[in-house]
Structures are given as C-alpha cells and as structure tokens.
C-alpha cells in the first residue's frame, strides 16, 4: 500500500521554474520497489504521461514534449520523488499527479501501470 502527497506547485511566468515534490508513503516496503512516475492533466484534456522512473534504480523516460526541461529524481531513503520544471510554458499548466505502480517497462507510460495515486498539484503558468 502507498500513499502519495504532492507539493510544490503554484503560479510562475513562463521562462520560470518549479520543483513538484512528492512524499510516499509506504506499508511493508520501500518506495525503491515501486516504479514512479508524474502525470498531468490539463482542463478538457486526457490525463498525460510526463515521466518516470523505473523501480529498483532503473532509467527514466520523459515525454517528448517534456524532454530537455523537466528532470525527474528520487530518494528512497526519505521515499521521496521530486519533478524539476525548467523553462516553463503556458502548455505546462496542468494538475500534476504523482503515482506509483510495479508496472512492466511496456506499461510505464500509462496509466494502467499506476496502482496508487496522489490528488495532485496545480501548475499555472503565465505568458
């Protein structure tokens, strides 16, 4: 069982940056068995893959549109997941969603992969 916190979202121009910070907590294990990843939803749209980190210290993988500007990291000891957001823009804004999930390779960029998840975080991002 795992519990997700998001934090760390807010309001920033474009050109700016934020650090999403979500804490897990974890029942009868550690959060390094647990591949973990950010999703985003924005009004009227599909929630969407950003990035991931495959569990046990695997790669990351981001989308395409995130690549280059968003760097994703944890640390297991503190069961903690962070998502660095640089160079910001108006397509950024969303409610970020943490998850975590023992989903194959295959499925890391879905939701499906995802069994828990944390209520999320608004980014705002002004132009």
């Known amino acids: 069982q795992v519990q997700l916190v998001e934090s760390g979202g807010g309001l920033v121009q474009a050109g700016g940056s934020l650090r999403l910070v979500c804490a897990a907590a974890?029942?009868?294990?550690?959060?390094?068995?647990?591949?973990m990843a950010w999703f985003r939803q924005a009004p009227g749209k599909e929630r969407e893959f950003v990035a991931a980190m495959f569990r046990y210290g695997g790669n990351s993988y981001y989308a395409d549109s995130v690549k280059g500007r968003f760097t994703m990291s944890r640390e297991n000891a503190k069961s903690t997941v962070y998502l660095q957001m640089d160079s910001l823009q108006p397509e950024d804004a969303a409610v970020y969603f943490c998850?975590?999930?023992?989903?194959?390779?295959?499925?890391?960029?879905?939701?499906?992969?995802?069994?828990?998840w944390g209520q999320g975080t608004q980014v705002t991002v002004s132009s």
């Open positions: 974890v029942s009868g294990g550690t959060l390094n068995r647990y591949t």
């Open positions: 998850a975590a999930g023992s989903s194959a390779l295959s499925a890391i960029t879905l939701q499906r992969g995802y069994a828990y």
